[in-house]
């Protein structure tokens, strides 16, 4: 037993340092929650995805071969940095928890309290709901038992969804576990985590441990991690994606478009669900409208129009393209393709003579249901502080993006309205998987608040002073 409690730490903390030995490659100024946070998500996507991809050549998906990737990885992207001299660069505050007054320490105290409780009961509790067994689970023991991405597909449910969720639960199977739903505590902290590196960069450490603190503890976000499903993980990926994106925007460092890029990337192998195209859009019309350092102005645009087709689009069409080269192995019935079933275009347009303004109102009041309702106190923040004063740099751009994202989910919405025009309980069913799959917006909206908060923390401290 205890051998395999230690193998199952030795694979995370292997998938945690290739990560953060990637993260290295780019240069980029970290402190030590965001090379966590950032380490961890990438370096479960690296590690997924590559097994993944050598698993068209008959890689087999055993304990050597797991052990040989994880090592192997982690020692050539070791000797890549030692051979550009690439140093960590972590900004590490030994006296952090001396410097916190009580407030923080509650916050702080909260956090861990609340970390652990998932973690206790993540351990204990087996893996229960539908989805997560027939879909996810299941799948990954078809995987160990196969030792192979190719395993013997009993009905279209085995293959259906994209497979890095299941590649992480078999992963930890492999290593010996019994329950790999305790992960997900660690996908917890990891959105703890990159939520209070992200805004304690841009404003105040005490707006962001309360930012953290209230996501945390929140039942609309706490509860999702209680379960092992794919829309946590594929929302932290969106997240993650977001933030340096936006650092993109403001900073125009194409390292932190790279680093965007993979993050959504990797949440096309979590779930295949279309975002990285409207975000694409919105990187578009910032850079085209936008204002641009070069004296050439148009070259300028050009070229960062260049950076968004290369480093952003091709790699995110690839996840799709290669997923679908994965699903015609398993040679489903055409009614059956992933591509088929997710068709929303052609749908729309077949069903669009059935249009009518109802459809309008029932989209925009699922998506206030089940998306908006539980946080409209911080949009109530947002408004009454956020637009007494001009917002800019970075938190301008993130306005943008939360703007953004919610007319996406409308559209979104509006799109499944007016397929299922002929069943009203076929669209409402939709409620559930969109409260789930809007988490990142939510979490972002908070993030925005927290921006504002921050701001009006120092306005207040500088009128005392």
């Not at 050549?57 to 550009?84: D, E, K, P, Q, T």
Request: glycine share 6%; charged share 10%; with cysteine.
């Amino acid at each position: 037993m205890i051998y395999h409690i230690l193998m199952q730490l030795f694979f995370l903390l292997m998938i945690l340092f290739l990560g953060i030995n990637v993260i290295r490659l780019f240069r980029l100024r970290m402190g030590l929650a965001e090379n966590i946070s950032s380490g961890f998500m990438l370096g479960v996507g690296l590690t997924t995805f590559g097994l993944f991809l050598l698993g068209f050549v008959g890689y087999r998906f055993n304990f050597v071969g797991i052990f040989l990737f994880l090592l192997f990885g982690n020692l050539i992207f070791v000797l890549i940095n030692l051979s550009l001299r690439n140093k960590y660069s972590l900004d590490l505050h030994l006296g952090f928890l001396k410097n916190l007054d009580k407030l923080d320490k509650f916050f702080f105290g909260g956090i861990t309290f609340l970390f652990l409780t998932l973690l206790i009961r993540d351990l204990y509790w087996p893996i229960w709901m539908w989805d997560s067994i027939q879909m996810y689970d299941y799948r990954a023991k078809l995987i160990v038992q196969s030792q192979s991405i190719f395993f013997s597909a009993q009905s279209f449910y085995d293959a259906f969804y994209p497979l890095l969720t299941s590649l992480v639960h078999s992963i930890l199977y492999v290593a010996g576990s019994n329950n790999p739903q305790y992960v997900y505590s660690f996908f917890f902290l990891a959105l703890v985590l990159g939520v209070y590196s992200y805004i304690s960069r841009l404003t105040s450490r005490k707006a962001a441990l309360l930012i953290s603190f209230i996501i945390s503890f929140l039942p609309i976000f706490y509860r999702k991690f209680l379960n092992p499903e794919t829309s946590t993980v594929f929302s932290i990926f969106i997240l993650f994606g977001t933030f340096y994106l936006i650092r993109w925007m403001h900073k125009n460092d194409i390292s932190y478009l790279i680093l965007g890029s993979v993050f959504f990337a990797f949440s096309r192998f979590t779930r295949n669900e279309p975002l990285w195209l409207p975000i694409s859009l919105l990187l578009f019309v910032v850079v085209l409208i936008g204002k641009h350092k070069s004296n050439i102005i148009n070259l300028g645009k050009f070229r960062q129009i260049l950076y968004i087709l290369i480093f952003f689009l091709i790699p995110n069409y690839l996840v799709g393209v290669i997923f679908k080269k994965y699903l015609s192995i398993y040679n489903f019935p055409e009614s059956l393709r992933f591509d088929s079933q997710f068709s929303f275009i052609g749908l729309f347009l077949q069903y669009i003579y059935g249009f009518k303004l109802k459809f309008v109102l029932d989209s925009f009041c699922l998506v206030f249901k089940y998306t908006i309702f539980d946080i409209v106190l911080p949009m109530i923040v947002i408004f009454f502080l956020g637009f007494r004063k001009h917002l800019v740099g970075e938190t301008y751009y993130l306005f943008l993006v939360v703007f953004f994202y919610l007319l996406t989910l409308f559209v979104g919405t509006f799109f499944y309205r007016i397929i299922y025009f002929y069943s009203d309980s076929n669209f409402w069913a939709l409620g559930t998987s969109l409260a789930r799959f809007g988490m990142f917006w939510q979490v972002l909206v908070f993030v925005l608040g927290g921006l504002v908060l921050g701001e009006c923390f120092s306005r207040i401290n500088k009128e005392i002073r």
